[in-house]
């Protein structure tokens, strides 16, 4: 059972279906770049008194975490 619910979850797959794969792409690499924009955030927030060099440590080393290690 789903906790919670998704109303909207077929009118979001019916758009999906009517984007182009170019549009496609571009949408999935915009959610790329606004999720490494939150990581950044969420790391500079979590640690206030790092310095931007290691932000961006801290920040390879969790993307290196999430990257899938089967290609």
Do not use: W
């Not at 182009?20 to 500079?44: I, Q």
Request: net charge positive; hydrophobic share 40%; charged share 25%.
């Amino acid at each position: 059972m789903d906790p919670k619910p998704h109303p909207n979850h077929q009118l979001y797959l019916q758009v999906l279906k009517r984007m182009t794969p170019a549009a496609r792409l571009t949408k999935a690499m915009e959610l790329s770049a606004t999720v490494k924009e939150l990581l950044r955030a969420g790391l500079r927030r979590r640690f206030p008194n790092a310095s931007e060099a290691e932000i961006h440590r801290l920040f390879l080393e969790q993307l290196a975490k999430c990257h899938n290690r089967n290609y």
